[in-house]
């Protein structure tokens, strides 16, 4: 079964110095528990690649398939609805709206869905939970290390249940330790879970944590293979680091012993003022 595929994918844009084949007849096939990375130098078309195949954006030619839905023959609303139940997205930015709580940034795509509140406060929870952020359910982004952010990202990014996760340099803005535990939680995840995922990223050291690697020159597929034959020797002088997952996340602020540590006891504050 194949959660995602797309067949002779390009994307052309038109600027004053003239026109710019950002992707070129790109294939790609992704089934469901596969985490597979796009690398490539900046302006290879990495970006572009991603946007294409969560249809945020549409090919100049080329088709998408998520499961047997063929995404680039629908409207914008039934696209729209397709992304909503089918896709989870993860920015280099986080995205998460700072006056709202780490609960509530994760609750957003199923108040969008109108998801019943016993529903959503459940599934919020066990996204938090997945992620290993339970423990901070209450607290805002500011209150939250740069990880811990992006890990609030990846959960509203799962907390719909998505058949593809899509991921545009989640680690960008990450030091390098705390880039290779947001990979290892996205592996994880799409193991544990069943999804499929594809993540750009330019950073050698995290390829190890893929099952396939595709790289991109220019627009263009140069190489598309499993990580023990793709990474080579980078590959094997990653393994050799020591582990990831092990090191502290660097610069946590500490957490107030004050505040609330779960939404329940966040309602009972808000209340008792």
């Not at 079964?1 to 038109?14: G, H, N, P, V, W």
């Not at 100049?60 to 398939?65: A, E, L």
């Amino acid at each position: 079964m194949t959660a995602l595929r797309a067949e002779k994918l390009s994307r052309t844009f038109t600027s004053s110095a003239g026109e710019v084949h950002a992707c070129v007849d790109i294939d790609v096939e992704v089934h469901p528990g596969e985490l597979v990375v796009v690398r490539g130098a900046s302006g290879a078309g990495k970006t572009t690649l991603l946007n294409l195949l969560g249809v945020l954006d549409r090919p100049t030619s080329g088709r998408v398939w998520i499961g047997d839905t063929e995404a680039t023959a629908l409207d914008e609303d039934a696209l729209a609805r397709l992304r909503r139940e089918n896709l989870g997205f993860v920015f280099q930015s986080f995205g998460l709206i700072p006056v709202l709580s780490a609960a509530e940034n994760v609750e957003l795509p199923l108040r969008i869905e109108k998801t019943p509140a016993a529903e959503r406060d459940e599934r919020v929870a066990e996204a938090l939970r997945l992620v290993g952020l339970a423990d901070h359910a209450a607290q805002r982004p500011g209150e939250l290390s740069g990880g811990q952010q992006q890990r609030v990202g990846i959960a509203r990014a799962i907390v719909a249940r998505p058949r593809v996760l899509i991921a545009d340099e989640p680690t960008g803005q990450l030091d390098s330790r705390t880039a290779g535990t947001v990979m290892d939680l996205i592996g994880e995840l799409v193991h544990t879970q069943g999804i499929a995922a594809v993540v750009s990223t330019h950073d050698p050291l995290l390829v190890q944590r893929a099952d396939r690697v595709i790289e991109l020159h220019d627009g263009r597929v140069t190489s598309d293979a499993a990580v023990s034959t793709a990474a080579g020797a980078e590959t094997d002088a990653a393994d050799a680091l020591p582990p990831v997952a092990a090191q502290p996340e660097a610069a946590q602020p500490e957490a107030d012993p004050d505040a609330p540590r779960t939404r329940a006891e966040a309602r009972a504050q808000r209340d008792a003022h």
